[in-house]
């Protein structure tokens, strides 16, 4: 039943025969499966899977040590590998000694969260207390401490979270750091068994990544470079070019006082200014993206009032090439602000103590 995701009914079976668990101390177990389930689509099955795995650990509280053991240690570690930091949480809570657990490897859940890049048990580290470096220093089997795992090159599918190489390069830079902050200095710089530092991991695994970063950074540029230029070009003839001439006798424009000239120069002024520090970005290889300005009101000054439905459907026809540019690039351009500028995936959660 919780294999296929019906955990209010197992819920509901374990409340009426709870001697059934008292039998079969392994048929708990089964919370292992429930560290697999990715239950946070809908809110109702996620608060019925907190419930179910509440209920099975006040079971487990009356187990025997030895059962309680094999159990709360292959629950742990299989929520940390697979990012469910609810059951973790619940685990330690019950079980505080939980956390010192390890698999043959040697590993606790902390390697196997930062090896697995699951940051939401990873920020847990956020909510422990002062002996957070008995488990965050330690080292498995091979001699390699939670930075040598953050060294390695995330799995292919939590990079691809990520768009774009040089945002994963990104991503993995603030991995590293943040990892670096939770172990002593002695740890940062010690080697592993195969004489292996962190630093030392972290330039050869990401090796390959930081040429295509390099490579998707200057592509970049260079195509919003020339994007740049050519805006840069059409305003600036614009600026020097008055709509309509000028009066022969004062030599003022011929619409400086229409609302819609001065709406046009005061737009061409800032598209002039904008586009012009676009390029000076770009040219440094950057990735910021310049967003077009509106250039349309020197139409409605050739058109008029008079045939406004040419202007609408001029208007209609060139705005679709524009929204399709912003629909298309808008995710790229969010995950640029959001990956440098926001609030990041690490940090702490909730004030919940958490051992």
Known sequence: MVGSDLFDVALDLISIYPYVVRMDPLSIVSISVLCNNKFNEK????EHALRLVKCLCNHMESLEFRY??????ETILTAAQSGNHNIV????????LAILSTNSSGQNFLHLAVKNRCDKVFNLMYQTSNYKFNYSDKLD???NSILHFAARLAPTHKLNLVSGAALQMQRELQWFQEASKFVTAYTRGVANHSGETAEKIFTEEHKELKIEGEKWMKDTANSCTIAAALI????FAAAITVPGGNQSESGYPMFYQSSAFKLFAVSDSISLFTSTTSLLMFLSILTSRYAEQDFFSTVYLVFG?????VLIAVGVLASMPISSFVLLQFPLLRDVISSTYGRGIFGKQSD???H
């Open 232 to 235: 840069a070009t059409v305003v």
């Open 89 to 96: 949480e619940e685990i330690v809570e019950t079980f505080p």
């Open 352 to 354: 919940r103590p958490f």
């Open 141 to 143: 089997k091979d001699g």
């Open 43 to 46: 809110k109702m099955m996620r």
């Open 68 to 73: 309680a053991t094999i159990i709360s240690t």
């Open 305 to 309: 009032r008079k045939n406004a439905w």
